[in-house]
């Protein structure tokens, strides 16, 4: 039996983790440990998405809460090096580009612990980006990388790294299509909110370069207000925009929009399928717009899924000016052809996959660089 540490503490993580978790748990050969690193705290943050996405309850919490990058990585580091040292686990397993994913990574690599790292290989190529640098970091460290794309793997090949690369498809598309089903039985968020299918707009925004400069949230709330004259935005909003958006007196931008705590998956999956249109600066969100066949505006300067620009799917204003991103929106929500299908993010068993690989690694210590003594 081999033992595999999981290091998850925001959102997406959870959502990421969730189809893994589950594979992991029919394994014969494989024993997971769960550790929340507490990095996303509030219950509509974390617990619902354990509750619903039937997530084993965490081993361990340690209620990192927020704080600066380095307090927050060097706090999360500091205490799971006691439960690396206590567990003695064979490998280490990360998902995607937090403060977690940094800093389960360099508490495993100091402790010469096999890393395998989901959604490898993704990159920005902004390094003003928090997340980019945690990638940059995790990738390099990691003796087994699950790349979801071609891009991501390609991106890997120029960073010198081949060895111990997968291609698997993307876990959030086994996830999408898992729940589908439950979030239309489930769901009561259109009639709650009292809204009607393909007749409202779905926007988040959450990423720092956008949430952390007064211009750039003050253009893109603008642009939402005055889209909203013409077809209602429900936004789910994320504590840091709510925090961020009263910290620059910007509250009453909030006003004409319908303004709702974060929701859970069922009823995000039921908001993003039944939306016109997705408009967002999040990763994952980006995706599941595609995967429900939904049309995207993302407010960001670029994107690292850039298979849903290509497919005809995605559009990134060129600036975040009110004129930019409101032409984006009008150029997306008229119903056009030529979208494309996207094969990239797999057959919806990128979890079995990864499984069977982080297994097939650790049994026969083959396949990845730097595994075992
Ligand atoms: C983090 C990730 C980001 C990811 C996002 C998903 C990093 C550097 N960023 O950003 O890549 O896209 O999660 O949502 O790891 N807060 C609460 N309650 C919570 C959690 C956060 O109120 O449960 C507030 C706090 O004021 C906190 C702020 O949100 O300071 C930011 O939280 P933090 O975890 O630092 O980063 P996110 O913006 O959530
Ligand atoms: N999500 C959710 N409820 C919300 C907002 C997002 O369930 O109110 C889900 C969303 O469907 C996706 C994931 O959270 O699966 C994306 O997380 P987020 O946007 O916070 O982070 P990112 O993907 O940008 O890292």
Not at 174 to 179: E, I, R, S
Not at 284 to 308: M, N, S
Request: hydrophobic share 40%.
């Amino acid at each position: 039996m081999k033992k595999i540490v999981t290091v998850i503490g925001a959102r997406p993580q959870f959502i990421k983790a969730a189809p893994v978790s589950r594979e992991i748990a029919k394994h014969s050969q494989l024993h997971e440990v769960i550790v929340h690193t507490g990095q996303h705290y509030d219950s509509g943050m974390s617990k619902i998405f354990f509750d619903e996405l039937e997530i084993p309850e965490p081993n361990y919490n340690l209620n990192a809460g927020s704080a600066s990058h380095a307090k927050q990585t060097g706090e999360i580091m500091v205490e799971l090096e006691k439960v690396l040292e206590k567990e003695k686990p064979d490998c280490v397993l990360i998902y995607g580009d937090t403060n977690s994913t940094l800093a389960g990574a360099l508490a495993a690599a100091k402790l010469h612990i096999p890393i395998a790292h989901v959604e490898a290989g993704l990159r920005s190529f902004n390094m003003r980006m928090p997340e980019e640098i945690n990638r940059i970091v995790a990738d390099r460290l990691s003796t087994i990388l699950f790349a979801p794309t071609k891009t991501a793997v390609q991106n890997l090949k120029k960073e010198g790294i081949t060895e111990g690369v997968f291609k698997v498809g993307d876990v959030m598309y086994d996830v999408a299509l898992m729940y589908k089903e439950k979030a239309n039985h489930n769901s009561n968020i259109l009639q709650n909110l009292n809204l009607k299918p393909k007749a409202y707009i779905l926007a988040t925004v959450h990423r720092a370069e956008n949430t952390d400069n007064k211009e750039r949230l003050e253009s893109i709330f603008s642009a939402l207000v005055q889209v909203s004259q013409e077809i209602p935005i429900v936004i789910p909003i994320h504590p840091r925009t709510k925090k961020m958006l009263s910290q620059f007196d910007l509250d009453h931008l909030l006003n004409p929009l319908t303004v709702i705590t974060p929701v859970g998956f069922l009823d995000m999956i039921s908001l993003e399928s039944n939306a016109k249109l997705i408009i967002t600066d999040s990763g994952g969100i980006q995706k599941e717009a595609y995967f429900h066949k939904v049309p995207c505006v993302t407010l960001r300067d670029e994107t690292e899924w850039v298979e849903t620009v290509e497919a005809g799917w995605n559009i990134l204003p060129s600036t975040l000016s009110i004129k930019n991103i409101k032409s984006s929106i009008d150029n997306m929500i008229v119903p056009h052809d030529g979208k494309k299908n996207i094969s990239e993010y797999g057959d919806g068993n990128s979890s079995t996959h990864i499984t069977n690989l982080v297994n097939d690694c650790l049994q026969s210590k083959k396949g990845s660089k730097g595994l075992g003594d």
